[in-house]
T-cell receptor, first 115, second 108 residues
Framework: DAGVIQSPRHEVTEMGQEVTLRCKPI?????LFWYRQTMMRGLELLIY????????DSGMPEDRFSAKMPNASFSTLKIQPSEPRDSAVYFC?????????????FGSGTRLTVV | SQQGEEDPQALSIQEGENATMNCSYK?????LQWYRQNSGRGLVHLIL?????REKHSGRLRVTLDTSKKSSSLLITASRAADTASYFC????????FGAGTRLTVKP
Protein backbone atom coordinates (compact mmCIF):
# COMPACT_ATOMS: atom_id res chain seq x y z
CA ASP A 1 0.00 0.00 0.00
CA ALA A 2 1.26 3.49 -0.84
CA GLY A 3 0.09 4.89 2.47
CA VAL A 4 -2.18 7.89 2.95
CA ILE A 5 -1.92 10.11 -0.11
CA GLN A 6 -2.54 13.82 0.08
CA SER A 7 -2.62 16.39 -2.69
CA PRO A 8 -1.40 18.93 -3.40
CA ARG A 9 1.81 18.94 -1.37
CA HIS A 10 2.01 22.71 -1.47
CA GLU A 11 -0.66 25.30 -2.20
CA VAL A 12 -0.23 29.04 -2.40
CA THR A 13 -3.39 31.03 -2.89
CA GLU A 14 -4.67 34.53 -2.52
CA MET A 15 -6.99 35.57 0.26
CA GLY A 16 -10.61 35.02 -0.70
CA GLN A 17 -9.95 32.11 -3.03
CA GLU A 18 -11.37 28.64 -2.57
CA VAL A 19 -8.93 25.91 -1.59
CA THR A 20 -9.58 22.17 -1.83
CA LEU A 21 -7.32 19.62 -0.19
CA ARG A 22 -7.57 15.96 -1.08
CA CYS A 23 -6.88 12.72 0.73
CA LYS A 24 -6.85 9.05 -0.19
CA PRO A 25 -6.78 6.87 2.95
CA ILE A 26 -5.29 3.42 3.23
CA UNK A 27 -7.56 0.79 1.74
CA UNK A 28 -9.50 -1.00 4.46
CA UNK A 29 -9.15 1.76 7.03
CA UNK A 30 -12.58 2.91 8.16
CA UNK A 31 -11.62 6.01 10.15
CA LEU A 32 -10.31 9.21 8.60
CA PHE A 33 -9.09 12.36 10.30
CA TRP A 34 -8.15 15.88 9.17
CA TYR A 35 -5.62 17.75 11.32
CA ARG A 36 -4.11 21.20 11.06
CA GLN A 37 -0.63 21.97 12.41
CA THR A 38 0.78 25.39 13.20
CA MET A 39 3.61 26.55 15.42
CA MET A 40 1.23 28.48 17.63
CA ARG A 41 -1.54 25.91 18.07
CA GLY A 42 0.22 22.61 17.43
CA LEU A 43 -1.80 19.73 16.00
CA GLU A 44 -5.54 20.39 15.98
CA LEU A 45 -8.15 17.81 15.07
CA LEU A 46 -10.55 19.35 12.58
CA ILE A 47 -12.91 16.50 11.75
CA TYR A 48 -13.25 12.74 12.18
CA UNK A 49 -15.09 10.38 9.81
CA UNK A 50 -16.01 6.79 10.56
CA UNK A 51 -17.32 4.61 7.72
CA UNK A 52 -17.57 7.77 5.59
CA UNK A 53 -19.85 9.51 8.11
CA UNK A 54 -18.71 12.68 9.92
CA UNK A 55 -18.70 11.82 13.61
CA UNK A 56 -16.97 14.79 15.21
CA ASP A 57 -16.57 18.14 13.47
CA SER A 58 -16.23 20.20 16.63
CA GLY A 59 -12.72 21.21 15.60
CA MET A 60 -13.75 22.83 12.33
CA PRO A 61 -12.90 26.50 12.91
CA GLU A 62 -15.89 28.10 11.24
CA ASP A 63 -18.33 27.85 8.39
CA ARG A 64 -15.62 28.62 5.89
CA PHE A 65 -14.35 25.07 6.42
CA SER A 66 -16.16 22.03 5.11
CA ALA A 67 -15.19 18.38 4.65
CA LYS A 68 -16.68 15.52 2.72
CA MET A 69 -16.06 11.82 2.36
CA PRO A 70 -18.16 10.62 -0.59
CA ASN A 71 -16.68 7.11 -0.45
CA ALA A 72 -14.21 5.01 1.48
CA SER A 73 -11.26 5.99 -0.70
CA PHE A 74 -11.54 9.77 -0.92
CA SER A 75 -12.02 12.81 1.26
CA THR A 76 -11.79 16.55 0.70
CA LEU A 77 -11.30 19.53 2.97
CA LYS A 78 -12.47 22.81 1.49
CA ILE A 79 -11.84 26.34 2.68
CA GLN A 80 -13.98 29.05 1.11
CA PRO A 81 -13.08 31.87 1.29
CA SER A 82 -9.50 31.38 2.46
CA GLU A 83 -7.81 33.83 4.85
CA PRO A 84 -4.13 34.35 5.75
CA ARG A 85 -4.73 32.84 9.22
CA ASP A 86 -5.61 29.56 7.50
CA SER A 87 -1.96 29.16 6.54
CA ALA A 88 -0.79 25.87 8.07
CA VAL A 89 0.11 22.30 7.26
CA TYR A 90 -2.99 20.17 6.86
CA PHE A 91 -2.67 16.44 7.52
CA CYS A 92 -4.99 13.62 6.70
CA UNK A 93 -4.72 10.38 8.69
CA UNK A 94 -6.53 7.05 8.58
CA UNK A 95 -6.84 4.06 10.88
CA UNK A 96 -8.65 0.83 11.49
CA UNK A 97 -11.51 0.71 13.94
CA UNK A 98 -12.88 3.58 15.94
CA UNK A 99 -11.01 6.71 16.94
CA UNK A 100 -7.80 5.81 18.73
CA UNK A 101 -8.33 2.04 18.82
CA UNK A 102 -5.30 1.54 16.58
CA UNK A 103 -2.42 3.66 15.43
CA UNK A 104 -2.98 6.36 12.85
CA UNK A 105 -1.21 6.51 9.50
CA PHE A 106 -0.58 10.08 8.43
CA GLY A 107 -0.12 11.50 4.98
CA SER A 108 2.77 13.81 4.13
CA GLY A 109 0.56 16.87 4.51
CA THR A 110 -0.42 19.87 2.41
CA ARG A 111 1.39 23.09 3.21
CA LEU A 112 -1.11 25.88 2.61
CA THR A 113 -0.03 29.48 2.32
CA VAL A 114 -2.70 32.15 1.95
CA VAL A 115 -1.33 35.54 0.93
CA SER B 1 -10.80 16.52 25.38
CA GLN B 2 -8.13 14.05 26.32
CA GLN B 3 -4.71 15.37 25.45
CA GLY B 4 -1.21 14.21 26.24
CA GLU B 5 1.28 16.75 27.51
CA GLU B 6 4.94 16.01 26.76
CA ASP B 7 7.90 16.95 28.88
CA PRO B 8 10.50 18.30 28.30
CA GLN B 9 9.68 20.63 25.43
CA ALA B 10 13.17 20.16 24.02
CA LEU B 11 15.99 17.70 24.64
CA SER B 12 19.51 17.69 23.23
CA ILE B 13 21.84 14.70 23.66
CA GLN B 14 24.92 13.11 22.12
CA GLU B 15 24.72 10.15 19.81
CA GLY B 16 24.83 6.92 21.81
CA GLU B 17 23.12 8.37 24.86
CA ASN B 18 19.62 7.43 25.96
CA ALA B 19 16.71 9.84 25.58
CA THR B 20 13.72 9.86 27.90
CA MET B 21 10.54 11.78 27.21
CA ASN B 22 7.52 11.95 29.46
CA CYS B 23 3.81 12.33 28.89
CA SER B 24 1.06 13.19 31.35
CA TYR B 25 -2.69 13.08 30.89
CA LYS B 26 -5.76 13.88 32.96
CA UNK B 27 -8.46 11.21 32.76
CA UNK B 28 -8.77 7.45 32.33
CA UNK B 29 -7.66 6.10 28.97
CA UNK B 30 -8.07 3.10 26.69
CA UNK B 31 -4.55 3.37 25.35
CA LEU B 32 -1.69 5.79 24.88
CA GLN B 33 0.22 6.22 21.66
CA TRP B 34 3.60 7.69 20.73
CA TYR B 35 4.43 9.22 17.37
CA ARG B 36 7.51 10.70 15.72
CA GLN B 37 7.55 13.60 13.28
CA ASN B 38 10.56 14.46 11.19
CA SER B 39 10.78 18.02 9.96
CA GLY B 40 8.39 18.66 7.09
CA ARG B 41 6.80 15.21 7.27
CA GLY B 42 3.69 13.60 8.69
CA LEU B 43 3.57 11.83 12.03
CA VAL B 44 4.70 8.22 12.18
CA HIS B 45 3.13 5.84 14.66
CA LEU B 46 5.75 4.29 16.95
CA ILE B 47 3.98 2.31 19.62
CA LEU B 48 0.59 1.84 21.30
CA UNK B 49 0.32 0.74 24.92
CA UNK B 50 -3.04 -0.32 26.30
CA UNK B 51 -4.32 0.71 29.71
CA UNK B 52 -3.80 -2.79 31.13
CA UNK B 53 -0.16 -2.89 30.02
CA ARG B 54 2.73 -1.47 32.01
CA GLU B 55 5.63 -1.74 29.60
CA LYS B 56 6.17 -2.32 25.92
CA HIS B 57 9.26 -2.63 23.74
CA SER B 58 9.89 -2.10 20.06
CA GLY B 59 13.50 -2.25 18.92
CA ARG B 60 15.36 0.55 20.72
CA LEU B 61 12.10 1.99 22.07
CA ARG B 62 10.73 1.26 25.50
CA VAL B 63 7.41 2.70 26.66
CA THR B 64 6.06 2.54 30.18
CA LEU B 65 2.60 3.42 31.42
CA ASP B 66 1.61 4.24 34.98
CA THR B 67 -2.16 4.68 35.09
CA SER B 68 -2.11 5.54 38.80
CA LYS B 69 0.08 8.56 38.03
CA LYS B 70 -1.52 9.16 34.64
CA SER B 71 1.85 9.25 32.99
CA SER B 72 3.90 7.51 30.35
CA SER B 73 7.52 7.62 29.30
CA LEU B 74 9.30 6.90 26.04
CA LEU B 75 12.90 5.76 26.25
CA ILE B 76 15.09 5.66 23.15
CA THR B 77 18.28 3.72 23.84
CA ALA B 78 21.59 4.20 22.06
CA SER B 79 20.29 7.23 20.18
CA ARG B 80 21.37 8.05 16.64
CA ALA B 81 21.43 11.29 14.70
CA ALA B 82 18.51 9.91 12.67
CA ASP B 83 16.38 9.92 15.84
CA THR B 84 16.35 13.72 15.68
CA ALA B 85 12.66 14.58 15.42
CA SER B 86 9.66 15.74 17.43
CA TYR B 87 7.93 13.12 19.54
CA PHE B 88 4.26 13.29 20.45
CA CYS B 89 2.06 11.33 22.79
CA UNK B 90 -1.69 11.00 22.47
CA UNK B 91 -3.82 9.65 25.31
CA UNK B 92 -6.90 7.95 23.92
CA UNK B 93 -10.30 7.80 25.60
CA UNK B 94 -12.40 7.64 22.44
CA UNK B 95 -11.08 11.13 21.79
CA UNK B 96 -7.42 11.26 20.85
CA UNK B 97 -5.61 14.58 20.60
CA PHE B 98 -1.93 15.36 20.50
CA GLY B 99 0.22 17.46 22.79
CA ALA B 100 2.82 20.00 21.79
CA GLY B 101 5.58 17.41 21.51
CA THR B 102 9.18 17.06 22.63
CA ARG B 103 11.81 18.25 20.20
CA LEU B 104 14.73 15.78 20.37
CA THR B 105 18.11 16.68 18.88
CA VAL B 106 20.78 13.98 18.72
CA LYS B 107 24.21 15.40 17.98
CA PRO B 108 26.64 13.22 16.04
Amino acid sequence: DAGVIQSPRHEVTEMGQEVTLRCKPISGHNSLFWYRQTMMRGLELLIYFNNNVPIDDSGMPEDRFSAKMPNASFSTLKIQPSEPRDSAVYFCASSLGDRGSYGYTFGSGTRLTVV
Amino acid sequence: SQQGEEDPQALSIQEGENATMNCSYKTSINNLQWYRQNSGRGLVHLILIRSNEREKHSGRLRVTLDTSKKSSSLLITASRAADTASYFCAANNNDMRFGAGTRLTVKP
